[in-house]
């Protein structure tokens, strides 16, 4: 899928919300705004179904790698080690997933 706005408000909850913020409880909740943000996107832009799995994913590195976040493999160990075990089970762990990725 192609966005005219190139994920740009996904870029940016990433950027401010993921690179910026300094607490963790703030990181993973753009974390998860950012993963909703390329549903939205993709339904107001693209006309599309809700994204599948193999649909969102290369969206959401696309994003992740235009957020330029610093130090990525340590910010996705430290929110996975913060994380409450049954947040890990919905839909956090989902984005919390993705962002691995």
Known sequence: YQSPSQWQSVIDILTCGVGQSTLPC??????????KEVG???????????????????IFIYCF?????ERPCALAILLRNLCDDD????????YLSSFEA
């Open 26 to 35: 703030h990181k993973l909740r753009a974390v998860v705004d950012a993963g």
């Open 40 to 58: 939205q996107l993709s339904k107001i832009e693209c006309n599309a179904d809700p994204l599948g799995a193999d649909d969102f994913l290369p």
């Open 65 to 69: 790698v235009r957020a330029e976040i």
């Open 87 to 94: 947040q890990l089970l919905g839909e956090i762990g989902y």
